[in-house]
């Protein structure tokens, strides 16, 4: 008997402005995979050979990691990337939804060891901060707190009114980079404004009242220092407002930028001419938070 199943993991986007590197939201992108016993380890997209290389595959990278947590050997594996419409270094999450594929991956396999806190640990582990892991996880909008013995998260509600406006150029971020930018102490005051902001934010998100979300998201941490690498963010940020948004954020680490605003075609369509006249390619897609985590599903054994 051999296994055979499917994963699914959502996309993420980190911080929500002020939620710098604790608050993140699962969005409707989905990677979604097909696994199954081989008689050797192999990456396959819709058949063919994968075009990322080994040592930057973070599916395999999970997979190792986890064995090593688990009591049990796992077997040789064929992994069929079925679907991946999560861009690649873009703010995202992607590497953190394949991580976390990985860890799902290996825990099938080992016959469902671990829980899902389990997961969640290692996944943090890997990634090294929760705010994308875990919302890919859970699925929704989740606010983290972690040391190295502790992991605690909570759902923000969001109203089913809250639309994600997500502008993608066509050039990556490392997150690598985006971190390097930053200062290594801040201001007290800086500190304890974003602390109230995001309190304040995640009590709008979950009462649904929007009126204040601009200054809400009004970060002191990390935006202001990551607008330089993203060329014709700020110019986005006005073009946003002036448009009606309720709010803009750079998501993760960038460089994809997220206006949150009601259902608008019309904000949608100028957003889109606007972004058209710049350079960089951008484009914009309307999303909502998906309430669905990661999920394996479809086990059978062959
Ligand atoms: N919180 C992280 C950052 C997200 O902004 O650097 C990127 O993975």
Redo the contacts with the bound molecule.
Sequence with gaps: MSLKFKVSVPATS??IGVG??CLGVALDYKLELEVEESDRIEFLENGEPFSIPIEENYIFEAIKYTEKHLVKNIPSYKVNIIKNDIPLARGL?SSSSAIVAGILIANTFAGNILDINKIAKLAVEMEG?P??VIPAIFGGMVLTAHDKNNLVYSNVLNSDDLYYYVMIPDFKLS?EK??SVLPKSYLVSDVINNMAKLGLLVNSLNNGEYCNLRFLLGDKI?QPYRFALINGSEKIFEASREFGALGEYIS??GPTLISLNYDNEEFLNKMRDMLDTLPDKWTIEKKKVTLKGAEVYDVTDI
């Design positions: 980190a911080n710098y590197d999450g901060h705010d994308n997150t985006a971190r990390h993760g680490a």
